[in-house]
């Protein structure tokens, strides 16, 4: 997020071939000469310079002009961005851009890679390595020594970021029972949201770049120092892996920092070695003596998002879920970038629209605790993609009603979002839970990345990309309903319970 304020905009102007200063005459600044020589209806133009008696002369209308190829002045002593830090304006300004397109490339091989990782080897390694990644990578941003590094390390930073999100919900997921994921869901996206709304305020006091990602990562910093302290490895991953001596002691750290009697923790142990005993079949390799009694050290087969398509249930669940991550994301961002352009300070715009995020997921607690999963997040999907819809009827020249239209069109869809994120969670099964959500966070950035494409269909007619969005929208909602109804289940545990849905 922190790209929306890095690459804006910064004041420059551009130096005339051949420029001297000390030909400047002397009744003028050097700012104020380089104004004056710049072409005010072209910003990336310039007037050619003739001299007379040694200095300079003012340029007029009728002198002609050149383009701003010969440098440029950026004024930035207010603010700073990588836009004046390596002169991406006029001719290289698509460039600003490209670190967006090259982290989502980071992104969706991160996807792949640290599902595998967090399934095989434990989130909580799987949660460290990425956000060390992320730590390393915002400070070598920083002092990258030109532009193509800067933008090489972008792509490791969304490799890093596309373990800590996805990781760090499925951890928390799994430590909790049935009766607080759902408060659980929603609170973590809530929080998300007003991370957002702090950046917001970040960014106005931090007007330059350096100190702004300086900022950004202090709450990384601050979340491995206590991960490295508390050392939370999901006790369900460690149950699947037979792993019961290490389960029981993450059980009884939890005990002792919610005030609970540790006993307990080793009793449900117990129940969860001979449930896992009977259920799961653990192929032992090698049995060995600990205080739990004689107990199964295994070595399993690790799965991956591919396992899920192997079975026709299964498969049948994986590609609904991944289909609505799809069509979710490219309805977030179509309604984003189909909105109005809001007059006013982009910090307040951008403060407002990440507020929206904070009731949304309030809205969808309440949906979900009253309604169940399935419908809520149905009608969600559906009156997203009819918004989006009713957009095409909006009479030309109205302002605020395609505004309110944005605004309850990104309502729905964090609602909607935070939702699919739980019903994810809850059908794809402890073996392939991470890899299951890995894989449909990778959907999800290729819905983003077909978002802008699809507006482009409006040379072809202006009603087609709100149209194309609003049937993908409502077919999504609808297909929610063949999924099974997870609310007050117990998380699945392996692909032979999905299957048995």
Same mark, same amino acid.
């Given at each position: 997020?922190?790209?929306?304020?890095?690459?804006?905009?910064?004041?420059?102007?551009?130096?005339?071939?051949?420029?001297?200063?000390?030909?400047?005459?002397?009744?003028?600044?050097?700012?104020?000469?380089?104004?004056?020589?710049?072409?005010?209806?072209?910003?990336?133009?310039?007037?050619?310079?003739?001299?007379?008696?040694?200095?300079?002369?003012?340029?007029?209308?009728?002198?002609?002009?050149?383009? =701003?190829?010969?440098?440029?002045?950026?004024?930035?002593?207010?603010?700073?961005?990588?836009?004046?830090?390596?002169?991406?304006?006029?001719?290289?300004?698509?460039?600003?851009?490209?670190?967006?397109?090259?982290?989502?490339?980071?992104?969706?091989?991160?996807?792949?890679?640290?599902?595998?990782?967090?399934?095989?080897?434990?989130?909580?390694?799987?949660? =460290?390595?990425?956000?060390?990644? =992320?730590?390393?990578?915002?400070?070598?941003?920083?002092?990258?020594?030109?532009?193509?590094?800067?933008?090489?390390?972008?792509?490791?930073?969304?490799?890093?970021?596309?373990?800590?999100?996805?990781?760090?919900?499925?951890?928390?997921?799994?430590?909790?029972?049935?009766?607080?994921?759902?408060?659980?869901?929603?609170?973590?996206?809530?929080?998300?949201?007003?991370?957002?709304?702090?950046?917001?305020?970040?960014?106005?006091?931090?007007?330059?770049? @350096?100190?702004?990602?300086?900022?950004?990562?202090?709450?990384?910093?601050?979340?491995?120092?206590?991960?490295?302290?508390?050392?939370?490895?999901?006790?369900?991953?460690?149950?699947?892996?037979?792993?019961?001596?290490?389960?029981?002691?993450?059980?009884?750290? %939890?005990?002792?920092?919610?005030?609970?009697?540790?006993?307990?923790?080793?009793? %449900?142990?117990?129940?969860? @070695?001979?449930?896992?005993?009977?259920?799961?079949?653990?192929?032992?390799?090698?049995?060995?003596?600990?205080?739990?009694?004689?107990?199964?050290?295994?070595?399993?087969?690790?799965?991956?998002?591919?396992?899920?398509?192997?079975?026709?249930?299964?498969?049948?669940?994986?590609?609904?879920?991944?289909?609505?991550?799809?069509?979710?994301?490219?309805?977030?961002?179509?309604?984003?970038?189909?909105?109005?352009?809001?007059?006013?300070?982009?910090?307040?715009?951008?403060?407002?629209?990440?507020?929206?995020?904070?009731?949304?997921?309030?809205?969808?607690?309440?949906?979900?605790?009253?309604?169940?999963?399935?419908?809520?997040?149905?009608?969600?999907?559906?009156?997203?993609?009819?918004? =989006?819809?009713?957009?095409?009827?909006?009479?030309?020249?109205?302002?605020?009603?395609?505004?309110?239209?944005?605004?309850?069109?990104?309502?729905?869809?964090?609602?909607?979002?935070?939702?699919?994120?739980?019903?994810?969670?809850?059908?794809?099964?402890?073996?392939?839970?991470?890899?299951?959500?890995?894989?449909?966070?990778?959907?999800?950035?290729?819905?983003?990345?077909?978002?802008?494409?699809?507006? @482009?269909?409006?040379?072809?007619?202006?009603?087609?990309?709100?149209?194309?969005?609003?049937?993908?929208?409502?077919?999504?909602?609808?297909?929610?309903?063949?999924?099974?109804?997870?609310?007050?289940?117990?998380?699945? @545990?392996?692909?032979?319970?999905?299957?048995?849905?």
């Amino acid at each position: 997020m922190t790209m929306v304020f890095i690459r804006e905009k910064v004041p420059f102007a551009c130096y005339p071939s051949n420029f001297n200063e000390s030909l400047i005459p002397p009744n003028i600044t050097l700012d104020e000469f380089l104004n004056k020589a710049a072409v005010e209806e072209e910003k990336c133009s310039v007037y050619n310079l003739d001299t007379k008696e040694g200095f300079y002369i003012l340029p007029t209308s009728n002198s002609t002009k050149e383009s =701003c190829n010969n440098g440029r002045k950026f004024y930035s002593d207010d603010l700073s961005s990588i836009v004046s830090e390596f002169d991406l304006a006029c001719e290289k300004e698509w460039l600003k851009n490209l670190p967006v397109s090259v982290m989502f490339a980071g992104f969706l091989l991160g996807n792949l890679l640290f599902g595998i990782i967090s399934d095989k080897f434990g989130r909580f390694k799987a949660f =460290c390595v990425s956000d060390i990644l =992320c730590i390393g990578s915002a400070f070598a941003k920083i002092y990258s020594p030109n532009y193509i590094v800067f933008v090489i390390i972008y792509f490791f930073e969304g490799f890093g970021y596309a373990g800590t999100y996805v990781v760090a919900f499925t951890m928390a997921i799994e430590y909790v029972s049935q009766n607080y994921r759902l408060s659980l869901n929603f609170s973590l996206h809530a929080f998300f949201a007003v991370g957002e709304t702090l950046l917001a305020g970040v960014a106005y006091l931090l007007r330059k770049w @350096q100190h702004l990602l300086y900022a950004a990562t202090i709450p990384h910093i601050l979340v491995l120092i206590i991960a490295l302290k508390f050392r939370p490895e999901s006790p369900r991953w460690l149950l699947n892996k037979g792993r019961f001596t290490e389960s029981e002691e993450s059980f009884k750290r %939890l005990a002792r920092i919610n005030g609970k009697n540790p006993e307990n923790a080793i009793n %449900l142990i117990r129940k969860l @070695q001979r449930e896992a005993e009977l259920e799961f079949k653990f192929e032992s390799e090698a049995v060995e003596s600990t205080n739990l009694g004689n107990e199964e050290r295994t070595r399993k087969k690790t799965y991956t998002a591919m396992d899920l398509l192997k079975k026709p249930r299964r498969a049948m669940i994986s590609i609904n879920l991944w289909f609505n991550w799809f069509v979710n994301s490219m309805l977030y961002y179509g309604v984003i970038l189909n909105s109005v352009d809001m007059s006013g300070s982009r910090y307040m715009n951008f403060f407002i629209m990440a507020l929206i995020g904070i009731p949304a997921n309030i809205i969808g607690y309440l949906f979900f605790k009253w309604f169940g999963h399935r419908k809520p997040l149905c009608v969600l999907m559906v009156f997203g993609g009819f918004n =989006c819809i009713v957009s095409n009827f909006v009479p030309a020249g109205n302002l605020w009603f395609p505004l309110i239209l944005a605004v309850i069109g990104r309502l729905a869809l964090t609602a909607s979002f935070s939702g699919i994120y739980l019903t994810s969670a809850e059908l794809f099964p402890t073996v392939t839970r991470n890899s299951g959500l890995s894989a449909a966070s990778l959907f999800a950035r290729v819905g983003g990345v077909f978002s802008p494409t699809i507006l @482009q269909l409006s040379t072809y007619g202006s009603w087609i990309p709100l149209s194309v969005y609003g049937v993908f929208g409502i077919a999504a909602g609808l297909l929610i309903l063949l999924l099974p109804e997870m609310k007050d289940s117990c998380l699945l @545990q392996t692909l032979d319970d999905m299957d048995n849905l």
